[in-house]
């Protein structure tokens, strides 16, 4: 397993040239995604992503919205080239084409967790986390961890106790799961329209995440300790980088936290760490 057509997603959703944003939004909102290609008669354009809707809030036209210079691979790349792309661009998707520019896959940061994996590689994971770890105590309210996540554009953060020992990981999906959002601000705002049928609350609230204000948020009075999962798979420093893939791509999740042997918190590592490693 070595090329990207050997771990790519085939036949990807993609939003078509020329096109409007609420067409767009609605295929996001539908299948849950939070970012697709963008073609035109099937040859690859760029990409267009939640981050490209809520930069340009007044603008109706796709072609004016999507990212042209979005990075790409070819279906025959290796897949250490997809890793270099990936991890340089800090990015989770990459849009796959052929000789022709056809769109033909998606290659995403979970796909590679299993290029990872199978490589077998045989350095400790401490010595490959890389991203910025903020620690959130168990007290603090879940409006604050909600203003820290968009002040440090982080979306994942492990939860200590008073001994600075890892009791929980909490995440914007836990705090989705929590949020009542302003649908009538939401609506206006992202052009959907009031059809129901093209989308659902549950989807829009996965897809969209912490791209809201605070405004359009409504939290319960809580803390981090309620909010979080508690006692959450982690790893020690020592750690193979194959056996941290496997378990992120076996649970899903998009990092780990790094603890001693007394379980107190050592950092955290996440996807494109894992990925920089077979670089």
């Not at 993609?14 to 040859?43: I, Q, S």
């Amino acid at each position: 397993m070595e090329k990207v057509k050997e771990l790519m997603t085939k036949n990807p959703i993609t939003a078509e040239l020329p096109g409007n944003r609420r067409d767009a939004m609605n295929l996001m909102v539908k299948n849950k995604l939070t970012g697709m290609p963008v073609v035109k008669d099937g040859k690859l354009r760029g990409f267009v992503s939640r981050h490209d809707f809520f930069k340009n809030p007044e603008e109706e036209q796709l072609a004016m919205i999507y990212r042209k210079d979005f990075p790409s691979v070819l279906g025959d790349d290796p897949l250490t080239l997809a890793a270099e792309i990936l991890v340089e661009n800090n990015t989770h998707y990459l849009p796959v084409k052929d000789k022709n520019n056809k769109c033909i896959g998606i290659l995403t940061t979970y796909d590679m967790l299993k290029f990872v994996e199978d490589k077998k590689i045989e350095r400790p994971v401490g010595e490959v986390a890389r991203s910025p770890c903020v620690p959130i105590f168990e007290g603090t309210p879940i409006d604050v961890v909600l203003q820290t996540m968009k002040l440090t554009s982080l979306y994942a953060f492990p939860v200590v106790d008073k001994h600075t020992s890892l009791v929980g990981i909490i995440s914007d999906r836990d705090l989705f799961h929590l949020s009542k959002i302003n649908g009538g601000i939401v609506v206006t705002e992202l052009g959907l329209g009031d059809d129901e049928d093209a989308w659902s609350w549950e989807g829009l609230k996965n897809v969209m995440k912490l791209y809201y204000e605070e405004s359009k948020i409504e939290l319960p009075d809580m803390l981090a300790k309620d909010a979080m999962v508690k006692d959450p798979t982690s790893v020690y420093e020592k750690t193979e980088v194959h056996e941290a893939a496997k378990l992120m791509r076996l649970n899903d999740f998009g990092q780990l936290p790094i603890v001693d042997e007394m379980d107190k918190l050592k950092t955290m590592v996440y996807e494109l760490d894992l990925i920089a490693s077979v670089i």
